[in-house]
């Protein structure tokens, strides 16, 4: 079962002044927000997370950047390990109710997905673990957390993170309140630790980091044996940082990420719409751009649903024809991923209609990723692909059904909301600090 420790990170002293600190994770910051979030304070995460420079000398002024705000005290640490807990109220993506997501951070020890501790629910792209490699081995510290699910069956994880400690309160320009605070009591610690590690945890977000730290664990302790040391198993480069949230929160909501389409050679509408029917009921939407991703969420409560929107306006509802999930290519695919939206889209759609091969998919040829459906819309109807493929969110079930059953989905199956800031806490991949031990409850 996977193993779960408290920490001892680094974080901002000045936590008055988070709001100019912090930053999105890596993967989702542009160039424009990178130069925003940069001129905020000289002290922003996204100096070391996203460093400047020319090739790999950026990593080298990362990994400066962190000694010298440790040494400065811009950054500091707790004596005892804890865990730092962590909630964030927000707006829904299409409005409603604010709504608060409940969790905290902690060190896990990141095995190899075989060993079944920790486990992934999508495929992963290559060139983000070359960029996190370079800046792991540059800084030796992780910065961002992986993002983890868990099942608390003794229910001992809700009181203690409600009642926490508070550290900071903030809010971003995005709207979203945070709350930071501290369980130090060994006994909650204990209680919690006993009943999440009763069964494997679920990567939600961060493949790409927890893939790279089990590989520069591994690294790390290669070079101590080639040096003649013993490896250390308990060695702070053996854990991930990770935000952890019991996956039947009722403030753990997922939304769909939608697929534009661009570059095929002769797309023809009419040749689309024929090849589709042959799986798919396909029905004309005729409402406006406001009700769409409703009409999509009505649309698959019955089924397995998509939209499909072209460059004139032109909007498709498409849902699976039940006898489809027994005919090529959806029965080759595990039963347990055949029934979701995304690997329908994938499989049968962009596979098996349009011709986009599984290695295009995961070099993202042909395809581009959009998380706002506001911007989706803007791109198809800009001109700037052939087709736009409107997603509802995986339900978090069916995440949870996939990774246990050892299946992954498509690249970004998931759309977490919202994502876990960088800058929170880090923490120091070092294999000669042992991470602290858990006392049986």
Known sequence: MPEIRPLRPYRYADTDALPSLVAPPYDVVSSELRESLGERSEHNVVHIDLPEGDGDEKYDRAAGLLKQWIDKGVLVRDDEPYFLTYEQTFEPPGGGDPITRRGFFALVKAEPYDTRQVLPHERTLSGPKVDRHKLFVATGAALSPVFLLFQDPDGATPEPIRSSETLATFETDDGIQHRLGKVTEPAQIAAMVASIEKQPLLIADGHHRYETTVGYGAEMDAAREAEGAEPAPRGGHRYV?????????????????????????????????????????????????????????????????????????????????????????????????????????????????????????????????????????????????????????????????????????????????????????????????????????
């Not at 997922?254 to 570059?263: E, I, S, W």
């Not at 995440?399 to 806490?425: N, W, Y």
């Open 241 to 441: 940082l990770a935000f952890v949230c019991e996956g039947d929160d009722p403030g753990l909501v997922v939304y769909g990420t939608h697929r534009l389409v661009f570059g095929l050679a002769g797309f023809d509408r009419d040749a689309f719409r024929a090849d589709a029917e042959a799986l798919f009921d396909v029905e004309d939407y005729a409402g406006d751009e406001a009700g769409l991703q409703d009409a999509l969420a009505a649309h698959g409560e019955v089924g397995q649903s998509v939209a499909a929107r072209f460059q004139d306006g032109t909007t498709w509802l498409l849902r699976l024809k039940p006898e489809s999930l027994e005919r090529p290519p959806l029965k080759d695919e595990p039963e347990v991923l055949r029934g979701t939206d995304v690997v329908v889209l994938h499989t049968a759609l962009l596979e098996g209609v349009l011709g986009i091969t599984r290695e295009q998919q995961a070099s993202q040829s042909h395809l581009r990723y959009y998380k706002s459906t506001e911007k989706a819309l803007a791109a198809i109807d800009g001109g700037e692909g052939d087709v736009l493929f409107l997603m509802n969110g995986t339900p978090v079930p069916q995440v949870r059904d996939a990774c246990l059953a050892g299946e992954v989905m498509p690249q970004k199956s998931t759309f977490f909301h919202p994502k876990i800031p960088t800058g929170l806490a880090i923490h120091l991949l070092d294999p000669d600090e042992e991470v602290a031990r858990v006392d049986a409850p």
